[in-house]
Antibody
Framework: QLQLQESGPGLVKPSETLSLICSIS??????????WGWIRQPPGKGLEWIGS???????YYNPSLKSRVTMSVDTPKNQFSLRLSSVTAADAGFYYC????????????????WGQGTLVSVSS | DIQVTQSPSTLSASVGDRVTITCRAS??????LAWYQQKPGKAPKLLIY???NLESGVPSSFSGSGSGTEFTLTISGLQPDDFATYYC????????FGQGTKVEIK
């Protein structure tokens, strides 16, 4: 049974880099019909797609975040990661990892399975 | 960037009601639109993809329609478990979510 688990520091200082990992169990990050994504949500607000990655390392980023985002795959550990640099208070919120499975069109969705999310605060 | 506008932002309804939520894209996205349901403290759940395709395990009381720039999500016969926030998402070019519609008890 597929499980996605986000992990990382719950508190990041302004101007520093937010780093999160999504650990996958019950599936393989090398599945050729899967795209793995990160989506975030400020508390009480809406959803924002951050980016998606294919097992080969091909990445697709939200243009509004592209200059600060790096996603990568760790195949041996069956994980993928997110790095967001130069964070501000506007980057605080819940961060979800998710997956689009099957040969459906799209790299930014539709995400048919999600992790439970992790809350990141930004404060000095 | 493709903008997605969802309406209404809040909808008050009773059990058994038929409710409709609208999503408009700033340019044509074909039928590359998904709908999600989110409950407090939980991750979103995919309901519909490609505008009108019901995700496996989702009740048939949920339906989606539309193409191009206008889309709708309809819940026919609102159940207590359906009170939640709903989001649309375009995935034609990158991805953009609508602002969300909270369906609350009247």
């Amino acid at each position: 049974q597929l499980q996605l688990q986000e992990s990382g520091p719950g508190l990041v200082k302004p101007s520093e880099t937010l780093s999160l990992i999504c650990s996958i169990s019950g599936d393989s990050i090398t599945s050729r019909d899967h795209y793995w994504g990160w989506i975030r949500q400020p508390p009480g607000k809406g959803l924002e797609w951050i980016g998606s990655i294919f097992y080969s390392g091909n990445t697709y980023y939200n243009p509004s975040l592209k200059s600060r985002v790096t996603m990568s795959v760790d195949t041996p550990k069956n994980q993928f990661s997110l790095r967001l640099s130069s964070v501000t208070a506007a980057d605080a919120g819940f961060y979800y990892c998710a997956v689009k499975r099957g040969y459906r069109y799209g790299v930014g969705g539709p995400f048919d399975f999600w992790g439970q999310g992790t809350l990141v605060s930004v404060s000095s | 960037d493709i903008q997605v506008t969802q309406s209404p932002s809040t909808l008050s309804a009773s059990v058994g009601d038929r409710v409709t939520i609208t999503c408009r894209a700033s340019q044509s996205i074909g039928d590359y639109l998904a709908w999600y349901q989110q409950k407090p403290g939980k991750a979103p759940k995919l309901l519909i993809y490609k505008a009108s395709n019901l995700e496996s395990g989702v009740p048939s009381s949920f339906s989606g329609s539309g193409s191009g720039t206008e889309f709708t999500l309809t819940i026919s016969g609102l159940q207590p478990d359906d009170f939640a926030t709903y989001y649309c998402q375009q995935y034609d070019t990158h991805s953009t979510f609508g602002q969300g519609t909270k369906v609350e008890i009247k």
